[in-house]
Every structure is written in C-alpha cells, then in structure tokens.
T-cell receptor
Framework: SQQGEEDPQALSIQEGENATMNCSYK?????LQWYRQNSGRGLVHLIL?????REKHSGRLRVTLDTSKKSSSLLITASRAADTASYFC???????????FGTGTRLKVLA | GAVVSQHPSWVICKSGTSVKIECRSL??????MFWYRQFPKQSLMLMAT?????????EQGVEKDKFLINHASLTLSTLTVTSAHPEDSSFYIC????????????????FGPGTRLLVL
C-alpha cells in the first residue's frame, strides 16, 4: 500500500501539554499537508510544507519535514481540549496532484 | 476561504439501489476533484481523481463500473454508487484542488463535509 504511516495511533495528554505526532511516507513528494478531522466530520487544512522546506510554523503548530528520512512531524503546543480530533498527514506525490493520506493519529486532550 | 459542498450529507438506501453524491466548489473553479472513502476510525482512501471534461482516473482496486464519476463542469463532480450493497456503507468525501494565486503559489485541497452512506 502507498499509504503513509502515522504514529502514535492514539495520544492522550493533559491540557497545556504539547502533542507530537509523526508521519512517514514512501515516495518522493512535492509537498506534505496536515489536516484535522473532528469526529465524523470533514477535514480542515492546517498547514502545507513543501519538499524544499524543513520547518513551518502557524500559530501553535510547528511542522518539520525530513525528506531524507521521508518523515514529518506535527507539534501542537499548549494543547487545548478543543484540539481533540484526528490528525492526518497527506503527501502529494511528485508529478501528480494526488494526495495519499497517512493512517492518522487520534488525539485526546483532557481538560 | 474556498468552500466545497456535498449533497446529500447523509443517505440511507436499500441494497441494490443507486445513490448519487454531488460535490460542488462554491466560489472557485476546480479542474481537479478527488473522491475518498473513509471507514470508521480509519484514514481516507483515495478512490479516484476527477478531471473536468475527461474520464476519471481510478485507484487500483476501485471498480469504475460500480463507482461512476462525472465531472460535468468546473464546479461540479458527481459520484454514483451503483447497485449499492451493505459493504459500500461508508463516509464519502470529495475535495477540490485550487492552485491559488499565480498558478500554484498556494496549492490547497478543500474538502467537502462528507456524505455518510448507509446501505441496508
């Protein structure tokens, strides 16, 4: 399967703590994006990082990309109960506009 | 930001019937739309890439005769699940690709809210 792997599969933390989730993929990519999905709902785009970028920030989010290891990480700082959701990485394979999603991390932030 | 709608939001049907799901980009034109399927507590699996004015490209293992895709205009793609069976029950999500400003400066996929299909 082309699908990327994410770990951990599930993560439970206290409000105020940081949450880190990792994504590994298999092919050469043009870019990688992170999405959030609240239970049973559509996806919300969080951040895009291009293959020639190593780190990006957006508010409480920090994304890193290591193309030599074919991996990315998403850090959410000072987590809130409202951050409880599933988080997916999606990679765009070079030469196409197709996106392949990772297996997802279910984050639960306890108040 | 850009909005993508799906209709219906959920549908229940009897086994053997066909169900059509619409995906619309409301405030932008999308030459490319994607259809995904998501089973409970699993990730999104890409089913097909839909290009306006041409045949859809299906992923390996997806039956093109069962999941008919039509990209009739730059703002509308439809997915028809033909002769639906209980195993087709799933959450179907579409997305529309916009290249943003200056031909690709801010490429983003915008996702619809999804359609939950239950086949009895």
């Amino acid at each position: 399967s082309q699908q990327g792997e994410e770990d951990p599969q599930a993560l439970s933390i206290q409000e105020g703590e940081n949450a880190t989730m990792n994504c590994s993929y298999k092919t050469s990519i043009n870019n990688l994006q992170w999405y959030r999905q609240n239970s049973g709902r559509g996806l919300v785009h969080l951040i895009l990082i291009r293959s020639n970028e190593r780190e990006k920030h957006s508010g409480r989010l920090r994304v890193t990309l290591d193309t030599s290891k074919k991996s990315s990480s998403l850090l959410i700082t000072a987590s809130r109960a409202a951050d409880t959701a599933s988080y997916f990485c999606a990679t765009r394979t070079s030469g196409t506009y197709k996106y392949i999603f990772g297996t997802g991390t279910r984050l639960k932030v306890l108040a | 930001g850009a909005v993508v709608s799906q209709h219906p939001s959920w549908v229940i049907c009897k086994s053997g019937t066909s169900v059509k799901i619409e995906c619309r980009s409301l405030d932008f034109q999308a030459t490319t739309m994607f259809w995904y399927r998501q089973f409970p507590k699993q990730s999104l699996m890409l089913m097909a890439t839909s290009n306006e004015g041409s045949k859809a490209t299906y992923e390996q293992g997806v039956e093109k005769d069962k999941f008919l895709i039509n990209h009739a205009s730059l703002t509308l793609s439809t997915l028809t699940v033909t002769s639906a069976h209980p195993e087709d029950s799933s959450f179907y999500i579409c997305s529309a690709l916009t290249l943003g400003l200056a031909g690709g400066a801010q490429e983003t996929q915008y996702f619809g809210p999804g359609t939950r299909l239950l086949v009895l």
